[in-house]
C-alpha cells in the first residue's frame, strides 16, 4: 500500500467520526480543489470511493446504526456536487487513469443515490458512449451493472427498457449477437486479462439487470428479441470454464427458472381448478404436462413457458454437461488417474445442490426434453464416442432429478438408464474405466430407491452388483459400493427381509449364507458400514424370533474371533497386549457399534452376550494404561503401546453409549447395566492419573443422563464426586490441554443442569462456587464450541435457578460476579461469536431486577451500605454497571455509558436489545464525539420514553410497583 493510499485511508476514519459535525464544507473543499489538477482530481476520486465504501458496505460493526444514518443522509446531500464533479472531468479530461478514477468512483455512489441523476442528466448517455472504449470498458460496465440492478418504482420501468435496448445496441460493436457457446469459452480461455473480466461482469450485468427488470420486458413484445439476445449470451457465458463465473451464472439461473416454473403451476392449477371436470375429478395434475390455461386462453405462465421455450431447452442441455459432482461420488479424475477423493470441496457441493435444484425445475417445466436430452447423451456414450467426463455429468444429472417425473415416466427411463449403463460396464475394458461406470452405476441407483423398491429384480440385480464391486481393488470402488449398500439398504429394508415371488427366502438370509465369501476383501472400515446396513435389514424384520435369528447369524463371525481371544486370555492375559488381537478386538467392537447404530433396541441379546467380558476387557485395559503412564510418564501416554490398548477402551464406550441411546426398556438399564458401569467406568476414571482418564465417560454419563432424566438423579452424586473436581483439576492450568474432556465435561454439566437440577442443591458453597468458576472458564474459552457450551450451559442454569427456591440467595451471591464476567467476553473480539448468546444471557439477567417477584433481597451489600442504599435492584444494577464500563472504557464518555446502560436495562424486544448491543460494542472501540454524543442519548432517551408510554398506556402492562401513587418402505 503507498503512503498516499495510506493517508486517504485515515482521512476517511477521521471524517467517520468529526464529519458533517466538524468540517461541515467537506465535499465543498474537495470539489473545488479537484478542479485545480488533474493529479489532486484522481485522488480525490480515490477518497470518494473509500468514503462510500466506509459508509454504505463496511459500516457494519464500526459504526453505530445512528452514524450510519447520518452519513448517509449527509453524503445524500452533497452529491450534487459530487456528480457535477463526476460529469465535469469525464467531458474534459482525456486523462485515461483520471477516467478510470472517476468511473470507479462513480460505480462506489450508484447504488444509492437519487434516480432523478441517473436518467434525467446525461450519466447514462456517458456511460453507453465509454462501454465499447478499449480502455475504459470494463469500469463503464461496471457502472451500467450498479445502474441495472437498481430497484425503482415502477415510473421507472420504460426508463430501464430503454436503458437495455441502448446496451444491447452497443453491445454490438463488442460481441457478435447470438455468439454459440464455443465462441465465448474458447475467446475467455485464449483471451487476455481484461477480456476475460469482461466476460465476467457482462455474465454481472445481465444477471444483476435481469433479477430486477425481466419481467417488464416480458411485458414488452418490442423487447422480446433484446431480452433473448441477453438471455443467450448468458447461457454462452454460462460454460466459461471460471467456477466464480459459473456460480454467478447459476445464481441467476436458479431464481429464473423457479420464478418460470411457479407461475406456470399458478396457471396451471387455476385451469384444473376452474375446469368444468375440476369439483368432480381428484384435483391432480402433472406440473410437467403441455397443460393450458381455462378456455384454451394461454395463462401468464404458459406464456412465459413459451416465450422463454429455446432458453430452457439449452438450459437443460447446461446442466446435463457441466453438472457438479455429488457428494456421494468420491471417486474422481485426477491428471488422467481415477482416485478416491481425500477432500471435499465444499464450494463444488454448493454449486451441485444449485444445479441439482435448477434441473429438477426444468424436468418438471418439461420431462419429456429432459428425458430425451440425457437418453440422447447415453446413446452416444454407448455408440463409443464415451469420456470419463461426459458419462460422470450425464449420471450426475440423472441421479440430481430423482422424483421429478411421475411413476410411469421414471420407470421407463431408469429401465433404459441402468441397463445401458450395466451393458456399458460389461463391454468396456481396463480398470479405470470400469471404476468410473461403476461409480456412476452406484450413484443412479442410490439416488433412486422408490424406483428400486417398487422393482424387486432390479433391487435384486443392484445389490449383487454391488456386491461385485465390493471385490474390486481399486481406489474407492469399494467404499462407493458399501456407502451404496448402506443407502439402499436404508430405504428398502423392508424388501430385503419378506419373501419376494419367485425366490426361495428372503434375500437377508440369502444374504448371510455368503456372508464371509461377501466381505473377504473388505477392509475394517468397509466392514463396518457393510454391518450398519444388514442391521437395518434386520431391523425391518417384525417378527422377534427371526430378527433373533438373523442377529446371530450376521454376528457369528465378529462373536467367534472375541470367544478366541477371551479363551486365549484366560489362559494367559498376555496375550491381550499383542497388537494384532487389539486390533481384533478394536474391530469387532466397531462393528458391534454399526450394527447397534443401525438395529436398535433388537440388540439387547447381543448386548446381554457381550456385557460382562467387555467390563473385564475395559478394567484389564485400564489397569495397564495407568501402570504403563504412571510408570513411564507423559511420553508412554503418546506411545503407540497405549494408544491401542486405549481405543479398546474408547471403543467400548462408545458401544455402551450407543446402546444406552438407543435402548428402550429404561428399567432395565436403571436396573441393571447402570449399576454395572459405577465400578468398572466410573470408579477408573476417579481413581486413574489423568493421562489415563477417558473423556468418553464423560459423554456416556451424560447420554445415560439425557437418556434416563430424573430416574438419574439418585446416581448424580456418586458421578458428580468422580468426575467434577478430578476434571477441572485437569482442564482449568490452561486452555489447550485435554480438548476432548473439555467440551465433554461441559456438556455432562449442561444434562446434570437440564434434567437433574435438584441435585445441585445438595452441593456445599464452596462446590457450588467451583460449579459457577468451571462455567466462567467454559465461556472465556478460546476454543468456539467450548465456549458455546458454556453460554449455553449458563443460560439453562440461570432459568432454572430463576424458578426455583434458592433464586434470591444464588443471586445474591452471583449476579453481578456474572454480569461482569459476561460483559468481559462480549467486549473481547475472540468470543464474537458468542455474540447471539451473550445478549439473551444479560437481557436475562436484566429482566431479573425489573420487579422483585424472582430476587426478594437487595443485590448490594446490604452490611456496608445499608437496606436504603437504592430504591431497589433495577438502580443498583444500573449503577454497578455504569461503573464497571466507565473502568473498562474510559474512552467512552458519562454522558455515552448511562445512555448505553439505560438502554440495555429498559429495552424488551430481543431484535432491538441485539442492536443497542452492537451501538455499544461500536462506542467501545472509539473515543467520544462531544458534538454528537448528546445527541445520540437523547434518540436513546426518546426510545425508552416512547417504550414506557406504550406500557403505560396499556392497563395492567407495568407492574405496580413501578407505577406512582409472555415412511414408505412397507
Sequence with gaps: MTFMNKLNLILVQILKQDWPAKWPNFITDLVTASKTNETLCENSMLILKLLSEEVFDFSRGELTQAKTRELKQTLNTEFRSIHELCMFVLGNTRKTELI????????????????????????????LAMFPQAPFRNVALQCLTEIGQLQMPAEFDSHFASFYRAFTTQLVQ?????????????????????????????????????????????????????????????????????????????????????????????????????????????????????????????GPGMARKLLYIDILKRLRALMINRMAKPEEVIIVEDEGQIIRETMKDTDQLM?????????????????????????????????????????????????????????????????????????????????????????????????????????????????????????????????MACDTFLKISNKCKRKFVVLQLQEQQPFVAELLDGLTNTIQDLQPHQIHAFFEAVGLMIGAEVDANKREEYLGRLMAPPNNIWAQIIQQATVNREVLKQQD????????????????????????????????????????????VTAAISSGGVHAARSSFVKYMRSVKKSILRLIEVFVEKCENEQLLVQKFVPALMGPILGDYASSVPDAREAEVLSLFAAIIRKLKSQMEPEVPQVLQAVFEPTLAMITTNFEDYPDHRLKFFSLLHAITNHCFKCLFAMNPAQVKLLIDSIVWAFRHTERNVAETGLLLLEDLLKSFASSDFATQFHQTYYTHLVREVFAVMTDTFHTPGFKLHCKILMHLFSLVKND??????????????????????????????????SSFPNMTPVQTQSAVAGMMAIEDKRAFKHHMRDFLVQTKAFGNA?????????????????QARLQAIPGMVPPNQVNDDMADS
Excluded at 100 to 127: H, M, R
Design 853 to 886: 417477584q424472582v430476587i426478594k433481597a437487595p443485590l448490594w451489600d446490604v452490611a456496608a451500605k445499608g437496606p436504603t442504599a437504592y430504591p431497589n435492584n433495577a438502580a443498583f444494577v444500573q449503577e454497578f454497571v455504569c461503573s464497571l464500563l466507565a
Design 931 to 947: 458534538e454528537t454524543d448528546q445527541l445520540y442519548a437523547d434518540e436513546t432517551a426518546a426510545k425508552i420514553a416512547e417504550a
Design 581 to 624: 488381537v487389539i486390533k481384533s478386538l478394536q474391530n469387532v467392537l466397531q462393528t458391534n457399534v454399526s450394527v447397534c447404530s443401525s438395529l436398535g433396541d433388537p440388540y439387547l441379546s447381543q448386548m446381554v452376550h457381550m456385557a460382562d467380558t467387555m467390563l473385564q476387557l475395559y478394567k484389564f485395559y485400564s489397569e495397564d
Design 100 to 127: 478510470k478514477a472517476t468511473l470507479t468512483a462513480l460505480a462506489a455512489y450508484l447504488s444509492w443515490i437519487p434516480p432523478g441523476y441517473i436518467f434525467e442528466g446525461q450519466l447514462v448517455q456517458a456511460l
Design 174 to 298: 463488442i460481441l457478435p449477437p447470438n455468439p454459440n457457446v464455443l465462441f465465448i469459452q474458447q475467446a475467455y480461455e485464449t483471451g487476455t486479462d481484461e477480456q476475460q473480466v469482461f466476460v465476467q461482469n457482462l455474465g454481472m450485468f445481465y444477471t444483476g439487470f435481469f433479477k430486477h427488470h425481466i419481467q417488464y420486458l416480458e411485458t414488452q413484445p418490442a423487447e422480446h428479441e433484446a431480452l433473448l439476445l441477453g438471455l443467450n449470451n448468458l447461457v454462452a457465458i454460462s460454460y466459461v470454464s471460471d467456477r466464480e463465473v459459473l456460480k454467478t451464472c447459476l445464481d441467476y439461473w436458479n431464481v429464473f427458472v423457479a420464478d418460470v416454473y411457479t407461475t406456470h403451476c399458478q396457471t396451471t392449477l387455476g385451469a384444473v381448478i376452474g375446469s368444468p371436470g375440476a369439483a368432480g375429478g381428484d384435483g391432480g395434475f402433472s406440473f410437467g404436462s403441455p397443460g393450458a390455461a381455462a378456455n384454451g386462453v394461454a
Design 351 to 479: 454449486q451441485y445442490r444449485t444445479m441439482r435444484e435448477t434441473l429438477i425445475y426444468l424436468s418438471h417445466l418439461d420431462y419429456e426434453d429432459t428425458e430425451n436430452q440425457m437418453l440422447d447423451k447415453l446413446r452416444s456414450q454407448m455408440g463409443g464416442t464415451w469420456s470419463w467426463q461426459a458419462l460422470n455429468t450425464l449420471c450426475w444429472a440423472i441421479g440430481s432429478i430423482s422424483g421429478s417425473m411421475n411413476e410411469d415416466q421414471e420407470n421407463r427411463f431408469l429401465v433404459t438408464v441402468i441397463r445401458d449403463l450395466l451393458n456399458l460396464c460389461e463391454i468396456t475394458r481396463g480398470k479405470d474405466n470400469k471404476a468410473v461406470i461403476a461409480s456412476n452405476i452406484m450413484y443412479v441407483v442410490g439416488q433412486y430407491p422408490k424406483f428400486l423398491r417398487a422393482h424387486w429384480k432390479f433391487l435384486k440385480t443392484v445389490v449383487n452388483k454391488l456386491f461385485e464391486f465390493m471385490h474390486e481393488t481399486h481406489p474407492g470402488v469399494q467404499d
